[in-house]
């Protein structure tokens, strides 16, 4: 009995320690950065690692898009979710750190601006109104909402935004202030977007904003406000045909995934590319963002195959880029 207890022991350990062996042999790929991309992203990943019988690992961080290429330009990860193009000191950054990458746009969105749903007199904004509340002359200036219109009661503005490392603060803040990170600091802030929907949807004088996709998961938490369209003057509403149409001006905007040259050495990393590219349409649909035209995913897949570096952008944001101004530049890539 007791001989037999030992081989079962034995077994057992040997059970363990294959299953150790497998985990630690498990290939694992590093994703980080924004989190307007991560929803994207995610999905994704859980599908791939089910395809793939969980023979490899993704692991996808959010600590928005200025710090995942943080970390993505010392080599510490293999992707970055970035929900702006990737700006001059990060290529700089990346260069000497001897890191090259490859520019995957993966979607479009609609910025959102979002008010608490038991608030009945925000109809829509317009650009102005947006910067008299968030730039940073309205600092410790700009506290109730008829500071902004006097048709709107006298009540505390509560505000919720992007955290500074946050692609969609950059964006935010070049589209509607006129200045990449150039916005007042007295407000709630947060790279995570799910915190920013907490806090607007339980306080009755809240605004904020983030991606289409958090506020399309929590619409009966949230009121998305129509935003002015500057060129036209009519309010439009926050969503895919919109964006498509390119009449949800200034704050639609493409969003990416840069890929590291040197991952592309792991086959792992190369099977992920082929599946996001190959699956994103519907993944990018089923988390309510807006898809690209096949023929920029195929451009993608063209661009890993060929090395083809750097990125379209020039280091620098852009407001006001439109699915088609997208196509013609990774045409011409």
Known sequence: MVKHSNLVSTLVMAGFMLAGTQAAQAQVIKIDGSSTVYPVTEAVAEDFQKAKKNAVKVTVGIS???????????????????SRPILAK??????????????????FDALTVVVNPKNSFIKQFTVEELKKMWEPAAQGKITKWNQVNPAWPDAPIK??????????????????????????????????????VKGVSVDVNSVGYFGY????????????????????????EPSGTNVENGSYVPLSRPIFVYVNVKSLAKAEVKEFIDFYMKNADKLVREVKYVPLPKVVYDANLKHVRELKKGTVFGGHNEVGVTVDDLIKREAKM
């Open 64 to 82: 928005g898009t200025g710090g995942g290429f943080k970390k993505f330009c010392r080599g510490e990860t293999d992707f970055s979710n970035a």
């Open 90 to 107: 990060e290529m700089e950054d990346c260069r000497a750190a001897g890191v090259e990458y490859v520019e995957m746009p993966v979607a």
């Open 159 to 196: 505000l919720f935004g992007a955290g500074s490392d946050s692609g969609t603060f950059d964006y935010f803040t070049e589209a509607i202030v006129g200045k990449a990170k150039s916005s007042r600091g007295d407000y709630t802030a947060s790279e995570d977007d799910n915190v920013l």
């Open 213 to 236: 996709a958090y506020y399309a998961e929590n619409m009966g938490k949230l009121k998305g406000v129509p935003v002015v369209n500057p060129k036209t003057g009519k309010p439009v």
